[in-house]
C-alpha cells in the first residue's frame, strides 16, 4: 500500500464541553469531557463577552489529516468514508457533534504544510499557538492558522450559540446541533470544503486488539475557493500521500513520514 496514492484531507469537528445545570446559581455550568486534555483547558476558555464569566470553557476545536478519505457512493445522497484510530480526541468531538468538515488539500507546499500540521496529534499543538500573537484564543490545534494565510469560518456562530445555550436554565433545552457549525478553512491549500454529517459508525477489532472506527458523513454542501490557482495547469489536482511524501502531478513536494499515532 506504500505504493497506492491516497488522498489526503484535514477533517475538522467542534467539541463541545458537556452542559448540566447548576442547582445553586440557577445556571448552566460546563463539564470537562473525559477525552479532553488538562493542557487543553487554557485554550478553551470562552472569551465572549455574552458569558460574563471568563472561567467558562467554550467548544474547542479539533483537526486531523487522513489518508483513508474516499467516495463511498453519490447516489441517491453523496457520502464519504475515512477511518480514525481510537480512541482519539477527533472521533470523540465527531460522535458529539454528529457533523464535521474535510477539506480538500491542493497538491503543492501550502496543501502540503496544512496536511503536514495536523499530522502530528495534539500533543504538538502547541506549535501552532506559539507563533500566532500572544493574545488567548479559544481555538485549540487550530490557533495561529492566521500565520499560513488560513481564516476560520464559523467561530463567532458557535461562541454566540454557545452563551445563549449557558443561560438557559432548563436542562430539558437543548442547543440545536446545527448552531455548533465544524470550523471550516478557508485560505492557500484548501481547494473544496465537504460539510458531512454523521451518518454511520462501525468498530472493528483486529487480532492485534487495535480499535478502527470507519466514519460515513453524508455531504450536504461544497464550498469551492473563489479564485482558484492556475499556476500548475487548468485543472488542479488534490494532494495524496504515497511512498512516503506528500505528492501532487510533480515530484514530491515536502518529504515527511506520517506518526503511526493519529489524533
Known sequence: MRHV?????????????????D??????????????????I??????????????????????????SFTSLTLDPTPTILFNVTIPSRSHSAILRAGSFNVHILS?????????????????????VSATSTSRQEPLGVLAGLKNYGVDIAGQLQ???????????KSP??????????????????ILHVLKCKL?????????????FALVAGQVTEVVSANEPDHSMGEHQTALSY??????????AIMRHSVSANSQ
Open 199 to 211: 451518518v454511520d459508525l462501525q468498530s472493528l477489532e483486529t487480532t492485534e486488539a487495535r480499535c
Open 158 to 168: 458557535w461562541e454566540e450559540a454557545w452563551a445563549a445555550s449557558l443561560k438557559q
Open 172 to 189: 430539558s433545552i437543548r442547543p440545536s446541533a446545527d448552531s455548533f457549525p465544524a470550523p471550516l478553512l478557508q485560505g492557500p491549500g
Open 107 to 127: 497538491a503543492d507546499e501550502h496543501g502540503a504544510k496544512l496536511a503536514d500540521l495536523f499530522a502530528r496529534g495534539y500533543s504538538s499543538a502547541n506549535s
Open 242 to 251: 504515497v511512498d512516503g511524501a506528500y505528492r501532487g502531478p510533480s515530484p
Open 5 to 21: 496514492p491516497h488522498p489526503v484531507v484535514v477533517i475538522t469537528a467542534l467539541d463541545c464541553p458537556a452542559l448540566s445545570p
Open 23 to 40: 442547582d445553586h446559581a440557577g445556571k448552566r455550568t460546563a463539564r470537562i469531557p473525559d477525552h479532553w486534555a488538562d493542557t487543553e
Open 42 to 67: 487554557p485554550s478553551s476558555i470562552s472569551r465572549h463577552d455574552q458569558v460574563g464569566d471568563p472561567r467558562i470553557l467554550a467548544p474547542l476545536p479539533r483537526a486531523m489529516t487522513a489518508s
